[in-house]
């Protein structure tokens, strides 16, 4: 079953480093994602991002850019038989991206950019759109609306949390079922929904990540969004909500099988 009809059925993970640090740590989580499919039969697709555009500070690390990202990405591809996902942030990075990923991701913050939603669309790959943290559920339809118009149906929506204030999320579970009302599988994003926006350096708490999954399953997500690093205090973007590589099996273990 593809990857789209499968998310309409059951669960997909989405998981992986949160930028693309090294070849080697790329290589590091997708063995063991790889490890945990053939395990138990999850349907996993691997994300990392080649160029984080949106960092904080001009002084953070962004990645290797989308050239050698899509190289490595298109290895990890080959390597492990494994699905993949990145994100793109202009509209002339869809096209060679549709070429390597099964899933094009379009951040939060560009998920209005109608020309780069519909340059995604037009790869006819799933366009995973991140619901801004400014946006109601019902604002989705929207973004949505501009991928159907290429003729792509293929459409994810991800729940991230909204802006509460200065310098934090709240999560409003409510609205994944108002999401799912558009018709598309619904994602949670258990790890950014955990950050602590602002600062020059994003804080998270990474101990509610897990619950953050448990409740979404109990208002029907279709998807879970993970990022995951071997040493996640080291991690070189999002390092405070970045889950345990080494935990991850279990809590999956506990979502699914509770």
Same mark, same amino acid.
């Given at each position: ?12 993970? *989405? ?9 080697? &740590? ?6 063991? &994602? ?28 962004? @990645?290797?850019? *989308? ?11 080959? +390597? ?23 899933? *094009? ?10 020309? &780069? ?7 006819? +790959? *799933? ?33 991230? @949390? ?37 600062? @020059? ?43 345990? &590589? ?13």
């Amino acid at each position: 079953m593809d990857l789209y009809e499968h998310s309409k059925r059951h669960p997909v993970i *989405i998981a992986g480093p949160c930028v693309m640090e090294s070849l080697g &740590l790329l290589d590091e989580v997708a063995s063991v &994602l790889a490890h945990i499919i053939r395990r138990k039969g999850y349907r996993i697709v691997f994300k990392s991002s080649f160029d984080k555009a949106n960092r904080t500070s001009v002084n953070s690390f962004r @990645g290797p850019g *989308i050239d050698k990202g899509l190289i490595w990405l298109s290895d990890i591809k080959s +390597k492990y038989g494994i699905e993949v996902t990145t994100d793109i942030h202009e509209s002339h990075q869809a096209a060679p991206t549709g070429e390597v990923v099964d899933v *094009i991701q379009i951040p939060a913050f560009l998920c209005r950019q109608t020309d &780069l939603v519909v340059e995604a669309a037009k790869t006819g +790959k *799933i366009v995973n759109i991140k619901k801004a943290q400014f946006l109601t559920a019902a604002d989705m339809k929207y973004p949505a609306e501009k991928v159907r118009s290429t003729g792509n149906s293929q459409i994810w929506l991800t729940e991230r @949390g909204n802006m509460l204030g200065y310098n934090n999320l709240i999560v409003d579970f409510r609205n994944i079922p108002a999401l799912k009302q558009h018709g598309y599988p619904v994602v949670m994003d258990c790890t950014h929904a955990v950050q602590q926006p602002g600062g @020059g350096v994003t804080g998270g708490n990474r101990s509610l990540v897990k619950p953050m999954a448990l409740a979404a399953k109990a208002f029907g997500a279709d998807g879970y969004f993970f990022e995951v690093h071997p040493n996640p205090d080291k991690g070189l973007s999002d390092s405070a909500n970045m889950y345990n &590589l080494s935990e991850f099996e279990d809590l999956l273990d506990s979502l699914f099988n509770t």
